[in-house]
């Protein structure tokens, strides 16, 4: 009896362990930022100044050159191995269909600790896009989806 409980006590430690090597990860916020024609999205560090030059860019849409998705995120791959942000956008429709586009990032983490990401829609690709009307962020671990976040809208 006292061998069956020792040996069932060893198994459950095993795969309590073999548990903590799993990939695990979490989307925490998503902050989706015009950027001007310099490729800054506000002119000081103050939180106050950014939204409200975000509130010029949006009024403004000649004086935007790209919009940048910052993502904070916390995850820890199998072996260290990388994980993947994906930022899937939907744009306005051009005959039947929404545009859609994809921006992915590998990214590295070898601690459970959160960490800021920006994948940015730039340049002549922002321009053939235009405006953003959707977007979703997902944290891959390969092709399993650890985590995602998205807009009202999507």
Do not use: C
């Not at 198994?11 to 916020?29: D, N």
Request: aromatic content about 8%; cysteine-free.
């Amino acid at each position: 009896m006292r061998r069956s409980l020792n040996l069932l006590i060893a198994l459950a430690l095993l795969m309590g362990a073999a548990s903590t090597f799993a990939a695990s990860g979490r989307v925490l916020k998503v902050l989706p930022h015009f950027l001007d024609l310099k490729g800054r999205h506000t002119l000081s560090p103050s939180l106050f100044d950014r939204d409200a030059y975000q509130a010029q860019l949006r009024r403004h849409p000649e004086q935007r050159y790209g919009v940048r998705f910052d993502i904070q995120w916390q995850g820890r791959a199998d072996a260290g191995g990388p994980l993947k942000l994906r930022v899937e956008l939907r744009g306005m429709a051009k005959g039947d269909l929404p545009r859609t586009k994809i921006l992915e990032q590998q990214v590295t983490a070898r601690s459970n600790r959160s960490r800021w990401t920006g994948l940015a829609l730039a340049g002549e690709d922002y321009k053939q896009f235009g405006d953003v009307t959707a977007w979703r962020v997902t944290l891959l671990d390969g092709d399993r989806v650890l985590s995602e976040q998205q807009s009202f809208l999507w």
